[in-house]
């Protein structure tokens, strides 16, 4: 028997038993890597590597769009971002263009942050007032 890689076994018992919003967090992250490692790729002219992190990018962001609750105006907001950057990555991956990369990369660092912190806020917010 073939023993399993603990590494992806750990991964996948992570997301599985994630709360929602840990799940948006740690999408967050991997937008946020899968941008770095793309603008590395095109610095690196590994054309395969950067189109295939982009992609990825767009998938996540396909994702956190289609989980947004529009009826607020912050999900509103939040589409208009998601529509923003995921145009700009398609630019980004026919160019291979690295600034554009460094400046998603730079908005979706914005977001993971500003959503930890909301998380924490909340989180906080129920501790204190049980």
């Known amino acids: 028997m073939i023993a399993k890689d603990p ?3 750990y991964q996948q ?3 599985l038993s994630a709360a929602p919003e840990e799940l948006t ?3 967050y992250q991997r937008l946020v890597k899968d941008l770095k490692l793309a603008r590395e790729s095109v610095e690196k002219k590994d054309i395969e590597a950067a189109h295939r992190c982009i992609t990825h990018a767009q998938d996540i962001i396909a ?3 289609d989980t947004l609750d529009t009826s607020y105006e912050v999900g509103q907001n939040l589409q ?3 529509d923003y950057m995921n ?3 398609v630019e980004a991956n026919i160019k291979k263009d690295p600034e554009i990369l460094r ?3 730079g908005y979706a660092a914005e977001l993971r942050d500003t959503w930890v912190q909301a998380v924490k806020q909340v989180k906080t917010g129920v501790a204190a007032g049980s």
């Open 87 to 89: 145009r700009r990555l």
């Open 7 to 9: 590494y992806k076994s």
């Open 25 to 27: 967090t740690m999408l």
């Open 13 to 15: 018992n992570a997301v």
């Open 63 to 65: 994702h956190l769009l």
């Open 80 to 82: 208009l971002m998601y």
């Open 103 to 105: 400046e998603i990369a």
